[in-house]
């Protein structure tokens, strides 16, 4: 058996997830502000949980995206 440990889960879910989130919602979204969403994301980021990191890129959308709901759910 091997003895180095695996990964934790959380590095699953890591800077790449946020790059690709920002550029899949610009794709949907051109007016889409990457850089502040990247900015709110990443602030404390490699320190939070998996389940912190979601709700983190889950606020950042929220304070992305246009606030009218049906939009915001059109783009995602």
Request: proline share 7%.
């Given at each position: 058996m ?20 920002a ?54």
């Amino acid at each position: 058996m091997d003895p180095t440990p695996a990964p934790a889960l959380k590095d699953g879910f890591a800077h790449a997830t946020v790059d690709w989130t920002a550029r899949t919602v610009a794709a949907a979204h051109p007016g889409f502000d990457t850089k502040r969403f990247r900015k709110i994301v990443l602030d404390g980021f490699d320190d939070l949980s998996l389940m912190a990191r979601v709700r983190r890129v889950a606020e950042a959308l929220a304070a992305t995206l246009p606030a009218d709901f049906a939009q915001a759910h059109a783009i995602v």
